[in-house]
């Protein structure tokens, strides 16, 4: 399996020596091409795959749009270790004026429902729900070593280890697609989202734009 921690280098041809219509231009190819992807019988790991090589995607949908100033200020990370137990299909901190704030995000299939026929989860929403609570859990029951483990991959990317950050960070779990949603499942996605603040549940949608589910 690919395992690549620091994915900065892979989002410097986007940010470096461009102006913004340059970036847009290649955030725009990447998209695309991201799009046809999911319109094809992929496996999960393709996906995984192409998301390391096109961080842009994963960066702009967590903040909830195309915003080329705060890409330059965000860097992405594959597989972080939550202990010896964890592992997080990606992470991102992106900063501002506040500091710096922590993403991590769970990738599920794009082909599974959210919702079963009778309105309950279904299993991969479920699985995933399950996962959310375990970094949680752990982020709690070791903040410490989190906010020191964190702060170290911060400044691996040049965003300084004392920077003020969230030791309580915001979770995403990616899952199908918009077109499985209607009114009522969509009702209950965001019922679930209120019981967990820290939490958005997203279509692969949300990576292609417009930035809503």
Same mark, same amino acid.
């Given at each position: 399996?690919?395992?690549?921690?620091?994915?900065?280098?892979?989002?410097? %041809?986007?940010?470096?020596?461009?102006? !913004?219509?340059?970036? #847009?231009?290649?955030?725009? @190819?990447?998209?695309?091409?991201?799009?046809?992807?999911?319109?094809? %019988?992929?496996?999960?790991?393709?996906?995984?795959?192409?998301?390391?090589?096109? %961080?842009?995607?994963?960066?702009? *949908?967590?903040?909830?749009?195309?915003f080329p100033f705060a890409s330059r200020r965000c860097a992405?990370?594959?597989?972080?270790?939550?202990?010896?137990?964890? +592992? @997080?299909?990606?992470? #991102?901190?992106?900063?501002? $004026?506040?500091?710096? $704030?922590?993403?991590?995000? +769970?990738?599920?299939?794009?082909?599974? !429902?959210?919702?079963?026929?009778?309105?309950?989860?279904?299993?991969?929403?479920?699985? *995933?729900?399950?996962?959310?609570?375990?970094?949680? $859990?752990?982020?709690?029951? !070791?903040? $410490?070593?989190?906010?020191?483990?964190?702060?170290?991959?911060?400044?691996?990317?040049?965003?300084?280890?004392?920077?003020?950050?969230?030791?309580?960070?915001?979770?995403?779990?990616?899952?199908?697609?918009?077109?499985?949603?209607?009114?009522? @499942? !969509?009702?209950?996605?965001?019922?679930?989202q209120n019981h967990n603040p820290r939490l958005e549940i997203?279509?692969?949608?949300?990576?292609?734009? %417009? #930035?809503?589910?």
């Open positions: 399996m690919l395992h690549k921690e620091n994915l900065l280098e892979d989002i410097k %041809p986007y940010i470096q020596n461009k102006d !913004n219509s340059e970036i #847009f231009n290649q955030y725009e @190819t990447a998209r695309k091409r991201f799009e046809t992807i999911l319109n094809k %019988p992929n496996k999960e790991y393709i996906i995984q795959k192409y998301l390391e090589k096109h %961080p842009i995607l994963l960066l702009n *949908a967590g903040i909830k749009g195309f992405l990370f594959s597989k972080i270790q939550l202990g010896e137990c964890f +592992e @997080t299909d990606f992470a #991102f901190v992106h900063t501002d $004026s506040c500091g710096a $704030s922590w993403f991590f995000i +769970e990738l599920e299939r794009t082909d599974v !429902n959210l919702f079963n026929k009778s309105g309950d989860m279904s299993s991969h929403l479920s699985h *995933a729900l399950r996962q959310i609570t375990d970094w949680q $859990s752990w982020i709690k029951d !070791n903040k $410490s070593y989190a906010q020191s483990r964190l702060g170290e991959l911060q400044k691996s990317v040049g965003i300084h280890k004392d920077t003020e950050f969230f030791v309580d960070p915001k979770f995403i779990i990616i899952i199908g697609r918009r077109s499985m949603l209607n009114k009522d @499942t !969509n009702r209950r996605r965001i019922e679930i997203v279509t692969y949608d949300r990576l292609i734009g %417009p #930035f809503n589910v």
